[in-house]
């Protein structure tokens, strides 16, 4: 009963690399999200999927590309790895837009 | 304004308090609400939903008040256990009636 898997864990990248962080659900949920949580602002969207094939920006989604090529899978981009984006970052899924979200257990990200 | 604001607290208590936590949302068009709760470096997981008449689950109990826009999170009896930080969350009319989390209030209860 894996629900929602993320990959990796923990990482830490140089300024300029690229990375690619991988959600994975198991719960054929249509809704996706990316989210960034750092001390004191609380859980941040950076872009979202209602669909396979469709993406769309949430409101910190600067400096991520994001794709859904599978319905279970959500991929989040950093193209130039920036020390601001060094964060925990919660992928998320839901069978309703508005329903109650299922998150996976975060990916620790540091950006030296 | 804060689309969803919270008290970040802590509420320090003692084991076997009732600590109630209120949160207040600006988008009166709101139609979906909950309360999360985040431990320490662990991912939010769903605690309840609110609904509009008030539901209880356990020592939980959560309301709404739609005239002043605030859901309410009443936790009785408070456990150790119950030390974490709670996210109020709404659902926002931006972006596709999207779900918007509040900062969160954080709780510890003492022995």
């Known amino acids: 009963n894996a629900g929602v898997t993320q990959t990796p864990k923990f990482r830490v990248l140089k300024t300029g690399q690229s990375m690619t962080l991988l959600c994975a659900q198991d719960?054929?949920?249509?809704?996706m999200y990316w989210y960034r949580q750092d001390p004191g602002m609380g859980l941040r969207l950076i872009h979202y999927?209602?669909?396979?094939?469709?993406?769309a920006k949430g409101e910190v989604p600067d400096g991520y590309n994001v794709s859904r090529l599978k319905k279970q899978n959500f991929l989040l981009g950093l193209e130039s790895a920036a020390p601001s984006q060094t964060s925990v970052y919660f992928c998320?899924?839901?069978?309703?837009?508005?329903?109650?979200?299922?998150f996976g257990d975060g990916t620790r990200l540091s950006i030296l | 304004r804060k689309e969803v604001e919270q008290d970040p607290g802590p509420f320090n208590v003692p084991e076997g308090a009732t600590v109630a936590f209120n949160c207040t949302y600006s988008?009166?068009?709101?139609?979906?609400f909950f309360w999360y709760r985040q431990d320490c470096r662990k991912e939010p997981k769903l605690l309840m939903s609110?609904?509009?008449s008030g539901n209880e689950d356990g020592r939980f109990t959560a309301q709404l008040n739609r005239a002043s826009q605030y859901i309410s999170l009443l936790i009785r009896d408070s456990k150790l256990s119950d030390s974490a930080t709670y996210l109020c969350?709404?659902?926002?009319?931006?972006?596709?009636?999207?779900?918007?989390f509040g900062g969160g209030t954080r709780l510890m209860v003492k022995p």
């Open positions: 988008n009166s068009a709101s139609q979906s």
């Open positions: 969350v709404v659902n926002y009319n931006n972006a596709g009636n999207m779900l918007t």
């Open positions: 998320a899924s839901s069978y309703l837009l508005t329903g109650s979200q299922h």
């Open positions: 609110v609904y509009s």
């Open positions: 999927s209602v669909g396979e094939g469709t993406t």
């Open positions: 719960m054929n949920h249509e809704y």
